[in-house]
């Protein structure tokens, strides 16, 4: 039998971030990316479920024991038109 978890909106912190990639124009104008931030330490998750967690080897985690997931969205790159 599966247990349902739940993690509490205000323990998830979201923000936006400037995105990661090759350079050009925009480089340094938009955030075009989004970080998740969970204290797995520090949250209400059952102390099983953190223990397991951590000794996971998720390369997410930090030695802190914070969970960081990235988001980005990359353009599609223009195709080229052929020299003549």
Known sequence: ???ALHIDDA???LSAIRA???GGQN???VSSAIQ???DL???SLPDDV???WLQSGDSRLTLEGVFILKAQN???KKPTAPMP
């Open 1 to 3: 039998m599966k247990h």
């Open 11 to 13: 323990e998830i912190e």
């Open 20 to 22: 990661q990639g090759p």
């Open 27 to 29: 480089v340094n104008k």
């Open 36 to 38: 998740l931030r969970f």
């Open 41 to 43: 330490q520090g949250s």
């Open 50 to 52: 953190k223990q397991r």
């Open 74 to 76: 990359t353009a599609p």
